[in-house]
Structures are given as C-alpha cells and as structure tokens.
T-cell receptor, first 115, second 110 residues
Framework: GAVVSQHPSRVICKSGTSVKIECRSL??????MFWYRQFPKQSLMLMAT?????????EQGVEKDKFLINHASLTLSTLTVTSAHPEDSSFYIC???????????FGPGTRLTVL | TQLLEQSPQFLSIQEGENLTVYCNSS?????LQWYRQEPGEGPVLLVT?????EVKKLKRLTFQFGDARKDSSLHITAAQPGDTGLYLC??????????FGQGTTLQVKP
C-alpha cells in the first residue's frame, strides 16, 4: 500500500505554544488529505479536509483558528495547533486520498502532549 | 447525519475462537474499507470491498459486503493473539471522505 509519513511522531509542548505536524504522501500526489483526532480506544474523528491550493473544510465543532491547516503542495499538508492547551493532548492522524482507487492511506500518527 | 454502526465495540475471546464484527448503515456506500490499528500507530488497510455481495478472504479473515452496499461484516476464524487490535470499518461515497464506525477493540487471550 501507499506510504504516508507524519512528523513528528511524538511532541511534548508547554501550554500556550504552537505545534506544527507535517503529513507527507510519499508514493502518490494527493489533492486531498484528511486530519483526524483519536481518543484512547475510540474511533477516528474527522477534523478537517485539506485540499491542495484551497482552504481546508472543517467539520462542525472544530475551531479553524485553533487548528490551522495548510496544503501547499500535492504531497504535503500541515496541521498547526495554535496556543495549545492540555485538552488538545491527543493522537492526531492524517491520511492521503488516492482518487483512482478511492482509498485513504493513513500516516502513523502524532502523539501530542500539552503540559 | 450519516452513521455507520459497528458492533460489538469490545470483544475479549480465547485463542482459537471465531468472531464476527458487523457494520451497518442506512446509507449506500461506493465502497467499504476495513482497517486494523495497533496502539500508537495509524490504521492499516486490510481490504476494500466494492461490489454488493462481494466476499474477500485474507488468510483467516473473511470480509463481506452486503447486497445493497449498506452493511459489511468481518469474520475471523480461529483467532490468534496476534489478531488483537482495534478494527475499524469505514464507508466511502466517492468524495474521498470516509464515514467511520465506532471501532471494535479485540483482545485474543492465549
């Protein structure tokens, strides 16, 4: 299957700081990427759809000013958690959508801990 | 709101037992995907089913897509401790966006 990478895999930051997470599609060009949040032993919760060259589409209840998404190229999307607080601590996962197979390939996830 | 109901959400069985996980929806999907996720890792695609009534086998795992493309099941035969993990079903509607089920946490005890 296609490879999607995420960086960093783990990050610990102080409350009030901003953290950027990168998601790269290594095998194919992805016009659309997705960002998810996952709580322990729960399913994935879609946060936003990242479209190359245009604004991201956020799901209801997700603060767009807090979770900034940039999809500057066909292989890279970034999620910036601004002014992070302890309640933002979570496992964040991205995926890249392969249009031709209608399949999402997931990254390995980023564990964010806000102290 | 489109929903994909996945059951059971938790399953703890002994090695060698069989199990079935179900995903049901009132919506029609263009395809349905099954993923397995280990703690601290991203979901890994197991299979994609596309055609109504389709059955796919992956070693001891059997996946079925309902005739109306609204439901799916995953059957594991003779479960092993290595099958332990979170199983996720997800329905696609051709837009790239996936509708996820609640997930099934499977624990197989030796």
């Amino acid at each position: 299957g296609a490879v999607v990478s995420q960086h960093p895999s783990r990050v610990i930051c102080k409350s009030g700081t901003s953290v950027k997470i990168e998601c790269r599609s290594l095998d194919f060009q992805a016009t659309t990427m997705f960002w998810y949040r996952q709580f322990p032993k729960q399913s994935l919760m879609l946060m936003a759809t990242s479209n190359e060259g245009s604004k991201a589409t956020y799901e209801q209840g997700v603060e767009k000013d807090k979770f900034l998404i940039n999809h500057a190229s066909l292989t890279l999307s970034t999620l910036t958690v601004t002014s992070a607080h302890p309640e933002d601590s979570s496992f964040y996962i991205c995926s890249a959508w392969d249009y031709f197979t209608d399949t999402q390939y997931f990254g390995p996830g980023t564990r964010l801990t806000v102290l | 709101t489109q929903l994909l109901e996945q059951s059971p959400q938790f399953l703890s069985i002994q090695e060698g037992e069989n199990l079935t996980v179900y995903c049901n929806s009132s919506s029609v999907f263009s395809s349905l995907q099954w993923y397995r996720q280990e703690p601290g890792e991203g979901p890994v695609l197991l299979v994609t089913v596309v055609t109504g009534g389709e059955v796919k086998k992956l070693k001891r795992l059997t996946f079925q897509f309902g005739d109306a493309r609204k439901d799916s099941s995953l059957h594991i035969t003779a479960a092993q401790p290595g099958d332990t993990g979170l199983y996720l079903c997800a329905g696609a509607q051709g837009t790239g966006k996936l509708i996820f089920g609640q997930g099934t946490t499977l624990q197989v005890k030796p």
